[in-house]
């Protein structure tokens, strides 16, 4: 059941989209536009509501079900209030002539790759070595502290990177009780940006052929394609790129009049992707100097200079909250990351990061020209007096490699996309095509784009899914030409190189492969998660039943640097009742058990775990694996007084350790309440003293077996009760004010 509540916000999205749709003119009305439009809601509402329920520690199933339940009410009046206006056999139209338009080969292509992206993302888990190492572990540690302040971070990215895509997983996550919908955020953006490329085309006065073609330039670069089917965030901040120009885009050409409303909306787009990424820094200066460019172009100084304050105000706002929790951790606004931009600014050491991240991209599955790539690039670099290795402008100070490794989505190359990039000026000497309006600013939007992006960051081996945003904004312009060319043989040739390029990492080798033993068909998700790690899966399963049958569910988790999602997604499912955070295992918080990974780095198959580990103060090891120990509590008590704990209608018998919450449903079981009353039952006698968290001015009153035993009053946020009870006998506390004040118990000792 949790499954389905875990798509409300797709499905908030979807009537949204056909709200967009109703809103807009009829003379001016796009799908493409109304997808991207709720690709933008569906970021911001995520934003807001994540940082707005945060600061009341309030991130929970119910209160996030609340929320995207009002958004999805608003959607549906606005659907019901233009219902009128919309006219599906208009539609249909458009759409008949859309297709019948396009090369039936092209579209049958574009569609094929795109639904095979989408099975991916439904067939696989957040596999990528970052996904499991901090995107989605922060998100399972925010669920569970139902806030996403600093938390004892074993990992500095899990609190320091940028939160946007996190926040947009959170509240599927949340609502759904696991990461089962989370590969198809991206899988929407990607396709949200498909809607935004062929947006743009149209505006360059291209053909359907011409937009069929850029949106098979982008599905088959092989880095986008993996990416638009997991649990990063490059194509997310990809969209927030991208929509800026095409704004620019229109009012450049005149088709889109300068309005407040539009820089705005630009505004909330450059916040949005800083929000994303960090790499967001390299891509949107460009973008909005073209932008300043269009509507001065069209004699729009004095409103650009009226919407400066409220656009700096809404380009600054999305990333601020995140950047203050930086500087109150880290010192820094950006917090301990700056180690990825260059330490040498020389137009020398510049230069030798651009010739190494073109390298990087031509890369293929032949040895022999992956070796002849890297002595060619070396000796070009050393005939230009620069230095391959130079530590200054090279990731950790690593020496240059052009490393290929099929089916290792993060350092997948684009050879053929890369080189139709590198000849697109020879598609000026074209004169239809260099006339297209707006297709000059925008070759030197990427242009430089790509020129700043190597001012900033250092090359890395893994440039290619950096360099996301640079291949969306290509699209358009590759598609144009490739579009415009006579011999329709030279396309068809170009998309099979691409095809070919693709293959060797989808078939059989890497870590997502179609077919073969490990096939993503053959395998389930969990065993998915561990298969690069022989036994792992097996090994949590086990650890799992060893925590439930001590009774142990209050967990803290060390991950360091190791792909720990695999591991906390089962604890969240499988361990009763679970309250899991993080920490350091030799500075322990209160816990009942700790785990600690035995494998040293992400992808690193470990040596024997030692049987004799060093033990955590108050702790004793309790189970030792090749991949996890756990160490259990010294104090923790060995019974416990039980209740039988009734609310939202479930119940859960379990044993309850000091201290520990009882509330929120099944899934949050241990948490916050948020909730009119809670109904429990003693299983022993004696005196029960336990403390409730409500709000200043309210009441509560205690009922023992249908009899009122007690009132009181909140002169502060908590209150500390004690009352007599019996074995068997029911207790309900109830609050006078509704809804949900009751908002945490705790068992004293």
Same mark, same amino acid.
């Given at each position: 059941?949790?499954?389905?509540?875990?798509?409300?916000?797709?499905?908030?999205?979807?009537?949204?989209?056909?709200?967009?749709?109703?809103?807009?003119?009829?003379?001016?009305?796009?799908?493409?536009?109304?997808?991207?439009?709720?690709?933008?809601?569906?970021?911001?509402?995520?934003?807001?509501?994540?940082?707005?329920?945060?600061?009341?520690?309030?991130?929970?199933?119910?209160?996030?079900?609340?929320?995207?339940?009002?958004?999805?009410?608003?959607?549906?009046?606005?659907?019901?209030?233009?219902?009128?206006?919309?006219?599906?056999?208009?539609?249909?139209?458009?759409?008949?002539?859309?297709?019948?338009?396009?090369?039936?080969?092209?579209?049958?292509?574009?569609?094929?790759?795109?639904?095979?992206?989408?099975?991916?993302?439904?067939?696989?888990?957040?596999?990528?070595?970052?996904?499991?190492?901090?995107?989605?572990?922060?998100?399972?540690?925010?669920?569970?502290?139902?806030?996403?302040?600093?938390?004892?971070?074993?990992?500095?990215?899990?609190?320091?990177?940028?939160?946007?895509?996190?926040?947009?997983?959170?509240?599927?996550?949340?609502?759904?009780?696991?990461?089962?919908?989370?590969?198809?955020?991206?899988?929407?953006?990607?396709?949200?940006?498909?809607?935004?490329?062929?947006?743009?085309?149209?505006?360059?006065?291209?053909?359907?052929?011409?937009?069929?073609?850029?949106?098979?330039?982008?599905?088959?670069?092989?880095?986008?394609?993996?990416?638009?089917?997991?649990?990063?965030?490059?194509?997310?901040?990809?969209?927030?790129?991208?929509?800026?120009?095409?704004?620019?885009?229109?009012?450049?050409?005149?088709?889109?009049?300068?309005?407040?409303?539009?820089?705005?909306?630009?505004?909330?787009?450059?916040?949005?992707?800083? /929000?994303?990424?960090? !790499?967001? %820094?390299?891509? *949107?200066? $460009? @973008?909005?100097?073209?932008?300043? +460019?269009?509507?001065? =172009?069209?004699?729009?100084?004095?409103?650009?200079?009226?919407?400066?304050?409220?656009?700096?105000?809404?380009?600054?706002?999305?990333?601020?909250?995140?950047?203050?929790?930086?500087?109150?951790?880290?010192?820094?606004?950006?917090?301990?990351?700056?180690?990825?931009?260059?330490?040498?600014?020389?137009?020398?050491?510049?230069?030798?990061?651009?010739?190494?991240?073109?390298?990087?991209?031509?890369?293929?599955?032949?040895?022999?020209?992956?070796?002849?790539?890297?002595?060619?690039?070396?000796?070009?670099?050393?005939?230009?007096?620069?230095?391959?290795?130079?530590?200054?402008?090279?990731?950790?100070?690593?020496?240059?490699?052009?490393?290929?490794?099929?089916?290792?989505?993060?350092?997948?190359? /684009?050879?053929?996309? !890369?080189? %139709?990039?590198? *000849?697109? $000026? @020879?598609?000026?000497?074209?004169? +239809?095509?260099?006339? =297209?309006?707006?297709?000059?600013?925008?070759?030197?939007?990427?242009?430089?784009?790509?020129?700043?992006?190597?001012?900033?960051?250092?090359?890395?081996?893994?440039?290619?899914?950096?360099?996301?945003?640079?291949?969306?904004?290509?699209?358009?312009?590759?598609?144009?030409?490739?579009?415009?060319?006579?011999?329709?043989?030279?396309?068809?040739?170009?998309?099979?190189?691409?095809?070919?390029?693709?293959?060797?990492?989808?078939?059989?080798?890497?870590?997502?492969?179609?077919?073969?033993?490990?096939?993503?068909?053959?395998?389930?998700?969990?065993?998915?998660?561990?298969?690069?790690?022989?036994?792992?899966?097996?090994?949590?399963?086990?650890?799992?039943?060893?925590?439930?049958?001590?009774?142990?569910?209050?967990?803290?988790?060390?991950?360091?640097?190791?792909?720990?999602?695999?591991?906390?997604?089962?604890?969240?499912?499988?361990?009763?009742?679970?309250?899991?955070?993080?920490?350091?295992?030799?500075?322990?918080?209160?816990?009942?058990?700790?785990?600690?990974?035995?494998?040293?780095?992400?992808?690193?198959?470990?040596?024997?775990?030692?049987?004799?580990?060093?033990?955590?103060?108050?702790?004793?090891?309790?189970?030792?694996?090749?991949?996890?120990?756990?160490?259990?509590?010294?104090?923790?008590?060995?019974?416990?007084?039980?209740?039988?704990?009734?609310?939202?209608?479930?119940?859960?018998?379990?044993?309850?350790?000091?201290?520990?919450?009882?509330?929120?449903?099944?899934?949050?079981?241990?948490?916050?309440?948020?909730?009119?009353?809670?109904?429990?039952?003693?299983?022993?006698?004696?005196?029960?003293?336990?403390?409730?968290?409500?709000?200043?001015?309210?009441?509560?009153?205690?009922?023992?077996?249908?009899?009122?035993?007690?009132?009181?009053?909140?002169?502060?946020?908590?209150?500390?009760?004690?009352?007599?009870?019996?074995?068997?006998?029911?207790?309900?506390?109830?609050?006078?004010?509704?809804?949900?004040?009751?908002?945490?118990?705790?068992?004293?000792?």
């Amino acid at each position: 059941m949790n499954s389905f509540f875990g798509c409300i916000p797709f499905l908030t999205v979807g009537l949204w989209i056909i709200g967009f749709y109703a809103m807009s003119a009829p003379e001016t009305r796009s799908w493409r536009w109304a997808i991207a439009q709720s690709a933008i809601l569906l970021a911001l509402s995520s934003l807001l509501i994540t940082e707005t329920l945060s600061l009341f520690h309030a991130l929970h199933w119910s209160t996030l079900l609340l929320a995207w339940s009002a958004i999805a009410i608003v959607g549906l009046a606005v659907i019901i209030q233009k219902k009128q206006s919309l006219s599906f056999s208009e539609i249909r139209s458009r759409l008949f002539l859309a297709l019948k338009a396009a090369p039936v080969w092209a579209a049958i292509l574009f569609t094929c790759a795109v639904l095979l992206v989408v099975t991916m993302a439904c067939v696989t888990p957040p596999l990528n070595f970052d996904v499991q190492i901090y995107h989605l572990p922060r998100q399972v540690f925010w669920k569970f502290n139902g806030s996403v302040e600093a938390f004892d971070a074993s990992n500095s990215h899990q609190l320091s990177m940028p939160v946007l895509s996190e926040f947009i997983g959170l509240q599927f996550m949340a609502l759904a009780g696991g990461d089962m919908w989370h590969n198809l955020i991206q899988s929407f953006y990607f396709i949200a940006i498909i809607c935004v490329i062929g947006l743009i085309v149209h505006e360059l006065g291209g053909t359907a052929r011409a937009s069929l073609y850029a949106c098979l330039f982008l599905v088959f670069t092989p880095v986008v394609f993996f990416e638009a089917s997991n649990s990063k965030n490059d194509l997310i901040v990809a969209f927030f790129v991208i929509v800026p120009v095409y704004l620019a885009l229109r009012i450049w050409n005149g088709s889109l009049p300068p309005t407040f409303k539009i820089i705005l909306l630009a505004a909330l787009c450059a916040g949005l992707a800083v /929000a994303t990424k960090g !790499t967001a %820094i390299a891509y *949107l200066p $460009p @973008a909005g100097l073209f932008f300043v +460019a269009a509507i001065i =172009k069209k004699n729009g100084i004095k409103l650009l200079a009226w919407a400066m304050i409220p656009g700096l105000f809404l380009a600054l706002a999305p990333p601020a909250p995140q950047m203050i929790r930086n500087w109150q951790e880290f010192d820094s606004p950006a917090g301990p990351n700056l180690h990825h931009t260059n330490a040498s600014l020389k137009p020398k050491d510049i230069a030798g990061v651009a010739i190494r991240n073109i390298a990087g991209q031509l890369t293929t599955g032949f040895e022999g020209w992956n070796t002849h790539l890297e002595q060619t690039t070396r000796g070009l670099m050393h005939v230009l007096g620069m230095d391959p290795d130079n530590p200054h402008t090279s990731f950790e100070g690593g020496g240059f490699s052009l490393p290929y490794h099929p089916g290792l989505e993060d350092i997948v190359p /684009a050879p053929i996309q !890369t080189t %139709i990039v590198l *000849l697109l $000026p @020879a598609a000026f000497l074209w004169p +239809a095509y260099r006339k =297209k309006p707006g297709i000059i600013p925008l070759y030197l939007v990427i242009v430089g784009t790509l020129l700043l992006f190597c001012i900033i960051f250092r090359w890395q081996p893994w440039q290619g899914r950096l360099l996301i945003p640079a291949y969306v904004l290509a699209a358009p312009l590759a598609g144009m030409w490739l579009g415009s060319l006579r011999q329709r043989w030279v396309p068809i040739c170009l998309m099979l190189a691409m095809l070919a390029t693709l293959q060797p990492h989808l078939t059989y080798a890497g870590q997502r492969p179609l077919l073969g033993g490990g096939s993503i068909f053959r395998n389930s998700k969990t065993d998915q998660m561990s298969r690069t790690l022989p036994g792992r899966a097996d090994e949590i399963k086990r650890m799992t039943e060893f925590l439930n049958a001590k009774n142990i569910n209050q967990i803290m988790v060390d991950g360091g640097s190791t792909e720990i999602h695999g591991l906390l997604r089962e604890l969240a499912v499988k361990i009763k009742n679970p309250s899991i955070t993080s920490g350091h295992w030799d500075t322990p918080t209160v816990a009942e058990a700790i785990i600690k990974p035995s494998l040293p780095y992400a992808g690193v198959i470990p040596p024997p775990a030692d049987k004799s580990p060093k033990s955590p103060p108050g702790y004793a090891p309790a189970w030792i694996g090749d991949y996890y120990q756990v160490f259990v509590s010294k104090n923790q008590k060995k019974t416990a007084p039980v209740f039988a704990a009734h609310f939202m209608g479930f119940a859960e018998e379990k044993g309850l350790s000091p201290n520990w919450f009882i509330g929120g449903n099944l899934q949050n079981y241990g948490r916050e309440i948020n909730s009119d009353e809670v109904l429990f039952k003693s299983l022993h006698s004696g005196k029960l003293d336990f403390k409730i968290f409500s709000i200043p001015g309210n009441q509560l009153s205690i009922e023992q077996n249908g009899k009122e035993s007690a009132v009181f009053s909140f002169f502060t946020n908590d209150l500390t009760v004690s009352i007599d009870v019996i074995s068997g006998e029911t207790i309900k506390i109830k609050s006078a004010q509704r809804p949900a004040w009751i908002k945490q118990i705790i068992l004293a000792e």
